[in-house]
Structure formats: C-alpha cells, structure tokens
C-alpha cells in the first residue's frame, strides 16, 4: 500500500499520544521537556504533511511548522533554565521536590 | 509490492515511533536523550521523504542540533552519570497508558472516517527560494510581521533565559565563596 496522508496522520498521533504517556508517567522535568518535544514534532508533522497532501499549491503550512520550531526552541531554552535554577535551589528536578515556587 | 520509497517510509516510521517509545519508557536518563534524537532525525526523515528539503534541514539543525544537546548539557548538569530514575509506580503507568490508547484509538477513529479532499490547483515546490520570498513579503499573504514577531520572542527569550539562570550572590557575602 502506498504511503499516504492517512500513514502519516498515523505516525503523528502515535508521537502525540507517546508523549502524552511520558508526560503523565514520568516525574522528572527533563523528561517531562522530552515528552513536549515529542508532541510538538507530532503537530509539525501534521502541518507539513496536510500541506503536502492537501494543499500544495500554498506553503501556509511550512510556515506554521518554521514558527513552532522557533517557539519550541525558545521554550526548551527557558525551561531549561528554570530547571537549572531549580536545581540549585533543592538540588533535585523531581516534580515532587518542587512544592514551594518562592524561598 | 513495495518499492524502495515505501520500504523507506516504513523504516523511518518504525525509527520514529520506536526510539519515541524508548524515550519516554527508559529508566536511564542519558539514554532517554538518545533515543529521543533518533525520533528526531526519524522525522526530519519523514520530511526529507515528503521532499520538504528546507524542513528536514532546520529539524535536523534546530532540534537534533540545539534542543538536543541543550537537554544532554542539562542533564549532565543535574544528574550523576549512570544514576536510574526511580521506578514508577505501575498503577500510574497502567492509567497512564490506558488514557493514551483511548485517545489514540479515538483520534484515529476519526481520521479513517473522515474523507479529505485535496486541492486541485498546480502544486508549487517548496524550494528555498519560494520560502523566503514568502517569508519576508509583506503583500500578498506574505509573513514579514509574524517573522519580526519570532525575533521579538527570541530576544526576550534569550534576556529571560540569562535572567532566571544567573547566580544570585546575597548581599554582604564575597563573590569567591
């Protein structure tokens, strides 16, 4: 069977829903980042792959994939430095360990 | 019969979609990033084989090469080498896995019963040119202001990312301490 636009829908969804699991399993706020990474490439998934198959004659969707991957990478790296900043403060990311926000 | 296109997508879904599993399911935390970068390139793959060259090289770039290494930087920088996260609980995992198969199943229900309908125009390649001439015009659905808008953001990001991360010394303590 050729793949087509249903094969990748399917793909996107299995990343959606894989880092849905991780986020609602894991404790630790690195892998918790993880798992939206995950989710966010399911969606620029979607948008690159209705682009190719149901709109080619506009880019809209290559466009909105651009953005994301600039506002993920801009998320990433705030996240980041709040769990280093955390970790300096209780010297542990366990979303558990992080009761108070304010010392 | 599967032609070498076909093989090639499957391999590449069976990359991305495995090495996800992985991500999310390991206990050792250095290997979670691994496997997490293998996803990554699985679906700059995916892009490459829907011949959406551009995308697949800022996958590759911004993710595989940034996001990546930030989160392996962060974790050397939070975790002893080797340490294993402690087990979770496996009535949580089980709900866990539970609520992600029931909205899989539910979303993919969807997505088979419903018919797209795709666009009859000519199609338009997205060569690197196209995009960047698309990418800065400001007529004709152009996205010069959501372009000035992303610098904006990564500015303050960046401003924001320096300011939360910088050492706070109290007052009254010496700088060598």
Same mark, same amino acid.
């Given at each position: 069977?050729?793949?087509?636009?249903? &094969?990748?829908?399917?793909?996107?969804?299995?990343?959606?829903?894989? /880092?849905?699991?991780?986020?609602?399993?894991?404790?630790?706020?690195?892998?918790?980042?993880?798992?939206?990474?995950?989710?966010?490439?399911?969606?620029?998934?979607?948008?690159?792959?209705?682009?190719?198959? +149901?709109?080619?004659?506009?880019?809209? /969707?290559?466009?909105?994939? +651009?953005?994301?991957?600039?506002?993920?990478?801009?998320? #990433?790296?705030?996240?980041?430095?709040?769990?280093?900043?955390?970790?300096?403060? &209780?010297?542990?990311?366990?979303?558990?360990?992080?009761?108070?926000?304010?010392? | 019969?599967?032609?070498?296109?076909?093989?090639?997508?499957?391999?590449?879904?069976?990359?991305?979609?495995?090495? !996800?599993?992985?991500?999310?399911?390991?206990?050792?935390?250095?290997?979670?990033?691994?496997?997490?970068?293998?996803?990554?390139?699985? $679906?700059?793959?995916?892009?490459?084989?829907?011949?959406?060259?551009?995308?697949?090289?800022?996958? $590759?770039?911004?993710?595989? !090469?940034?996001?990546?290494?930030?989160?392996?930087?962060?974790?050397?920088?939070? &975790?002893?080498?080797?340490?294993? +996260?402690?087990?979770?609980?496996?009535?949580?995992?089980?709900?866990?896995?539970?609520?992600?198969?029931?909205?899989? #199943?539910?979303?993919?229900?969807?997505?088979?019963? &419903?018919?797209?309908?795709?666009?009859?125009?000519?199609?338009?390649?997205?060569?690197?040119?196209?995009?960047?001439?698309?990418?800065?015009?400001?007529?004709? /659905?152009?996205?010069? +202001?959501?372009?000035?808008?992303?610098?904006?953001?990564?500015?303050?990001?960046?401003? !924001?990312?320096?300011?939360?991360?910088?050492?706070?010394?109290?007052?009254?303590?010496?700088?060598?301490?």
């Amino acid at each position: 069977m050729q793949p087509g636009l249903y &094969h990748i829908l399917f793909i996107s969804t299995g990343l959606f829903f894989i /880092g849905a699991y991780g986020f609602f399993t894991r404790k630790n706020l690195i892998t918790m980042l993880m798992s939206i990474e995950l989710i966010l490439n399911s969606v620029n998934l979607n948008f690159i792959a209705f682009n190719k198959y +149901l709109w080619p004659n506009q880019m809209d /969707g290559l466009f909105f994939t +651009l953005f994301i991957i600039a506002i993920a990478a801009a998320e #990433a790296a705030v996240a980041i430095a709040i769990i280093i900043n955390l970790y300096r403060n &209780h010297q542990s990311i366990d979303v558990d360990d992080a009761e108070e926000l304010k010392y | 019969m599967m032609n070498g296109s076909d093989i090639l997508f499957y391999g590449l879904a069976a990359l991305t979609l495995g090495c !996800g599993v992985l991500a999310v399911t390991t206990r050792q935390l250095f290997r979670a990033a691994i496997f997490l970068l293998f996803s990554l390139i699985g $679906v700059a793959g995916i892009y490459l084989w829907m011949q959406y060259e551009f995308i697949a090289a800022v996958q $590759v770039v911004v993710y595989v !090469g940034g996001i990546v290494v930030l989160i392996i930087f962060s974790i050397f920088l939070t &975790h002893q080498a080797g340490e294993k +996260l402690a087990p979770q609980k496996i009535k949580r995992q089980i709900a866990a896995f539970l609520a992600a198969f029931c909205g899989f #199943a539910l979303v993919m229900l969807q997505v088979y019963q &419903h018919t797209f309908t795709e666009s009859s125009e000519t199609a338009v390649a997205p060569t690197v040119k196209a995009i960047g001439t698309q990418m800065l015009d400001t007529k004709n /659905g152009g996205y010069a +202001l959501p372009f000035e808008v992303i610098s904006i953001l990564l500015l303050a990001a960046m401003i !924001g990312c320096i300011v939360i991360a910088i050492q706070k010394t109290p007052k009254g303590i010496s700088q060598e301490q």
